[in-house]
């Protein structure tokens, strides 16, 4: 008996299906090596479909092997306009329903997650390469996001004003119609799902377009919802890349684009928006930093500046690369944080004690490796790592692994301290005063997060209002609580995702104006 197997599961190949026994039940685990996806990958009028049109045909790796997993057809302007018209229909029905309704349907789409968890979790390490450990994490994530927003779906509600003479208005929070979202490979069932909830829950429908490096689990979520009794039409995937993205944001009958990816995309994204007078929430890339006073707890500062650096390769946009840390402990944090990153279990990312797998391709593996290179010829110290790791399993050959990096000797205007790696990568900084960290800090173009390690409580709390980052942490780093909302400053973006703020980035006001007497003309 399989009772979790779905006919996705198979596409692992049944006879590489092995089975471990957990106390419940019998759950079938995933090999690297075996996944191969077969339907088609866009998701439009309840159902998978090959795009009406589009030329361009992508791959999408298995990053631990480098095989393809998956081809498909980069949908253009017909496919996108067909996706939209569907969204905009099921709009019409979703938008008139109550909260609570809305609420219903999400909570059971948070359902199925749960119980699907093992097999999207697999297929997400499979498409991304980040270890099942990792991406069990972020599908519990992704359904407690889906809950937090069916819980405010119920409670969405305007206000009323008494006027003079009897009078009186009263706003209404509605929705925006069509939303498009459009994701990065990092967190490709997380981002759709911070996209996807806070847009439903307040009635709005959503065309996602995920990176074309990583298509495959979002269309699991479409059809998540589409059994949850969504109406058909409400949540469509176009699989692409710019030209498919490019026709989404020109797209007239789009109301709203959520973007999470790079700078310069997220400059020409609000470029294109701004033609249409769209609203966009932009969710950036980041070059955060983390102070360490001498005064934290020195195991858990370790453990922090790890966090905040290698989870998912250090593929992470919110990742605290810059590691601050106070002369006084230098030494020691240093002589800890590279022990433990030497500890770090690298390989197959489908199994159990795995902590960290493959970068996401090729190219960007060699973007990485070529900062540390530029590193060492502008004078950093590899304290450790930093190098590509073929693993001994013969079918790992292929894949695009490295070793985690810590660099030392780094000054604040190296390279590798500048701009942003998107890999394993930790720079240490020595410093000597909090008003002196606190400058070098904030002298940066991103603000997406910063963080502090003290037992001060004052220094924390003063340090934590001081950074310029639309997210700081004290005592911990790269935790994702939905409760509590997401997003950047400066050239990091702006608009929140998760917490109550998401609702205004997904909703409008309207006021209405009452009159309970006569009309006083002016003329
Ligand atoms: N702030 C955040 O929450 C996050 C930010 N990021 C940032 O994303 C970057 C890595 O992700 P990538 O996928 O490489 O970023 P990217 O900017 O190259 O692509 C992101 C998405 O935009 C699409 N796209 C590219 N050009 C477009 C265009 N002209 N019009 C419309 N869509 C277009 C891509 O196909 C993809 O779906 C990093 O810089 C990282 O910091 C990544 C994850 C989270
Ligand atoms: C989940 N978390 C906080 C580690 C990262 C979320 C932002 C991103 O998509 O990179």
């Known amino acids: 008996m399989i009772p979790n197997s779905r006919p996705l599961l198979l596409h692992f190949g049944r006879q590489v299906l092995r089975y471990c026994l957990s106390s419940a039940a019998m759950i079938p685990v995933a090999t690297t090596g075996t996944f191969h996806q077969v339907l088609p990958l866009n998701y439009r009028n309840g159902a998978r479909v090959e795009p009406a049109d589009g030329r361009d045909k992508e791959e999408a790796f298995e990053p631990a092997t480098g095989r393809v997993i998956a081809t498909f057809t980069c949908s253009g302007e017909k496919e996108v306009d067909l996706a939209v018209q569907n969204a905009k229909a099921a709009f019409k029905i979703w938008s008139q329903k109550s909260g609570m309704e809305r609420s219903r349907v999400l909570l059971e789409a948070a359902r199925i997650i749960r119980e699907r968890k093992e097999e999207i979790a697999a297929v997400e390490s499979t498409n991304n390469g980040k270890s099942i450990f990792e991406a069990r994490v972020d599908i519990d994530i992704s359904w407690q996001c889906l809950e937090y927003y069916a819980g405010l779906a119920g409670s969405l509600a305007g206000?009323?004003?008494?006027?003079?003479?009897?009078?009186?208005?009263?706003?209404?929070?509605?929705?925006?119609?069509?939303?498009?979202?459009?994701?990065?490979?990092?967190?490709?069932?997380?981002?759709?799902?911070?996209?996807?909830?806070?847009?439903?829950?307040?009635?709005?429908?959503?065309?996602?377009?995920?990176?074309?490096?990583?298509?495959?689990?979002?269309?699991?979520?479409?059809?998540?919802?589409?059994?949850?009794?969504?109406?058909?039409?409400?949540?469509n995937v176009v699989q692409g890349g710019a030209a498919t993205g490019e026709f989404l944001c020109h797209h007239p009958d789009v109301a709203k684009v959520s973007f999470t990816g790079s700078v310069p995309t997220g400059s020409k994204i609000m470029g294109m928006a701004a033609k249409g007078i769209k609203p966009v929430t932009l969710e950036l890339g980041g070059k955060s930093p983390l102070i360490i006073f001498s005064d934290c707890i020195l195991e858990n500062a370790v453990k922090?500046?790890?966090?905040?650096?290698?989870?998912?390769?250090?593929?992470?946009?919110?990742?605290?690369?810059?590691?601050?840390?106070?002369?006084?402990?230098?030494?020691?944090?240093?002589?800890?944080?590279?022990?433990?990153?030497?500890?770090?279990?690298?390989?197959?990312?489908?199994?159990?004690?795995?902590?960290?797998?493959?970068?996401?391709?090729?190219?960007?593996?060699?973007?990485?490796?070529?900062?540390?290179?530029?590193?060492?010829?502008?004078?950093?110290?590899?304290?450790?790592?930093?190098?590509?790791?073929?693993?001994?399993?013969?079918?790992?050959?292929?894949?695009?692994?490295?070793?985690?990096?810590?660099?030392?000797?780094?000054?604040?205007?190296?390279?590798?301290?500048?701009?942003?790696?998107?890999?394993?990568?930790?720079?240490?900084?020595p410093f000597n005063t909090e008003e002196e960290v606190l400058e070098r800090a904030n002298n940066t173009a991103y603000g997406l997060a910063g963080g502090v390690f003290t037992r001060d409580i004052q220094r924390a709390h003063r340090v934590a209002a001081a950074l310029q980052a639309g997210m700081c942490f004290i005592n911990n780093y790269n935790i994702s609580p939905v409760e509590l909302p997401f997003g950047g400053y400066k050239k990091s973006g702006f608009g929140r995702e998760n917490g109550e703020a998401a609702i205004h980035y997904y909703s409008q006001l309207k006021t209405v104006c009452v009159e309970m007497g006569d009309v006083e003309s002016v003329f």
């Open 159 to 235: 206000q009323h004003m008494q006027l003079s003479g009897g009078s009186f208005g009263y706003t209404r929070r509605e929705p925006l119609g069509v939303c498009v979202g459009i994701g990065a490979w990092n967190y490709p069932f997380q981002i759709a799902c911070w996209k996807a909830a806070p847009a439903l829950a307040c009635g709005n429908a959503m065309v996602f377009k995920p990176s074309p490096f990583t298509p495959i689990t979002v269309v699991l979520l479409a059809e998540i919802f589409a059994e949850a009794g969504v109406p058909i039409g409400l949540f």
């Open 304 to 429: 922090g500046a790890m966090m905040g650096n290698f989870l998912t390769q250090g593929e992470v946009c919110c990742n605290a690369t810059r590691v601050f840390v106070q002369r006084e402990i230098l030494d020691k944090f240093t002589e800890e944080v590279v022990k433990h990153t030497k500890k770090i279990k690298i390989g197959d990312p489908l199994l159990e004690d795995t902590r960290m797998g493959p970068l996401i391709n090729k190219s960007h593996l060699e973007k990485v490796l070529g900062f540390i290179q530029k590193g060492k010829e502008q004078g950093v110290k590899v304290l450790c790592g930093g190098e590509p790791y073929i693993p001994d399993d013969p079918k790992l050959k292929g894949g695009f692994y490295m070793l985690p990096c810590v660099l030392g000797n780094c000054k604040d205007d190296m390279t590798c301290v500048k701009e942003e790696i998107f890999g394993p990568v930790m720079s240490i900084l």
